[in-house]
């Protein structure tokens, strides 16, 4: 549905989302310290505990309070400047302030009469959105009478129908039942395909693993690395990555591994996988395949075990 549903927009590596140096505070509590990064388009997960400052920082970026230092920019904007620039960037926030008294079909159609559509094409967007997250039949009930899940996907909804370029979504999937969270997770990623900069963020490791490898990491209020799992992998030298080898010949590709650049370690296990450590995944990676067709090495798959966001996250909050 032109203008209604997700339309992909001109795909750009530039960047949409800068902070520099910012960091806010609440009189002696410091939510955010210092943090620099950029964005540009795609999916990008936020990931953090509870109370690492995930919150204040999507607030800062997307215009809601200012920084008590650095600067914010959203294509190249200060959005509390621009407020033109606030029609391409959608929010779902993680607090739940839904006005019980209207219902689910006046909110949505409120909220896109304040981004300046006319009555039929807040008719038709509110339509395609409320399909979308299986809302229609309760369209006509109050938000008050809303369970908690059907509460989110209606702030999933504002913060979408207006086609925004640059969209904050704070912990989206709370409250959501299976079914529900997996077709979120599936909309997520339908976005960042679309061309669309959307920063998800999340305190469940699995959900942002499902949604995007693109990461950045915030423990007590700072920005402890960004990039893929498996750059940030690379980059914490005292755990190196853990891979483990099928092989039909195990101590013949044992044998030869040992001593390969980015090898620093291979032994054969209890269950007959070569297991290799290695201090920079990636390269090993790109070399692997020319070993093995080269040396007519028997590899039947590859497996990571530790290269996932828990233990990165572990690994780097731990150093």
């Not at 509590?29 to 505990?49: E, K, R």
């Not at 607030?59 to 200060?78: C, D, N, T």
């Not at 129908?161 to 339908?190: C, T, Y």
């Not at 297991?275 to 067709?293: C, E, I, K, Q, S």
Request: net charge negative; proline share 4%; hydrophobic share 40%.
């Amino acid at each position: 549905m032109t203008g209604a549903g997700i339309n992909p927009t001109v795909g750009s590596a530039t960047t949409r989302i800068s902070a520099n140096r910012v960091g806010k505070w609440f009189g002696e509590v410091i939510a955010v310290n210092n943090c620099t990064l950029n964005v540009g388009n795609g999916v990008v997960g936020l990931l953090g505990a509870n109370g690492a400052g995930k919150s204040t920082l999507f607030k800062m970026l997307a215009g809601l309070i200012e920084p008590s230092h650095g600067s914010v920019r959203v294509f190249g904007s200060r959005l509390r400047d621009e407020v033109g620039w606030f029609r391409r960037v959608g929010f779902c926030p993680e607090s739940d302030a839904l006005p019980d008294w209207m219902t689910g079909r006046e909110f949505l159609s409120l909220m896109l009469r304040l981004m300046g559509y006319d009555k039929v094409e807040v008719n038709r967007r509110v339509d395609y959105w409320l399909d979308r997250f299986e809302l229609t039949g309760d369209a006509g009930r109050r938000l008050g009478g809303y369970s908690k899940g059907m509460r989110q996907k209606t702030k999933l909804a504002q913060a979408l129908a207006h086609d925004p370029d640059v969209i904050f979504l704070d912990e989206p999937l709370n409250g959501m039942d299976p079914v529900s969270r997996k077709q979120s997770i599936d909309l997520v990623r339908e976005l960042g395909e679309a061309g669309r900069t959307v920063m998800v963020s999340s305190h469940i490791l699995p959900e942002v693993e499902s949604m995007t490898s693109q990461i950045i990491l915030i423990d007590r209020g700072k920005v402890l690395a960004e990039g893929s799992v498996t750059e940030i992998r690379d980059k914490i030298p005292e755990h190196p990555t853990t891979v483990a080898l099928e092989s039909a010949n195990p101590r013949r590709l044992a044998a030869f591994l040992i001593g390969r650049e980015h090898v620093v370690g291979v032994e054969v296990d209890e269950r007959g996988r070569v297991v290799v450590r290695t201090d920079h995944a990636l390269g090993f990676y790109r070399a692997l395949p020319a070993w093995v067709l080269d040396n007519e090495l028997a590899l039947e798959e590859i497996m990571t075990l530790d290269d996932s966001l828990e233990a990165v996250f572990q690994y780097l909050t731990e150093h």
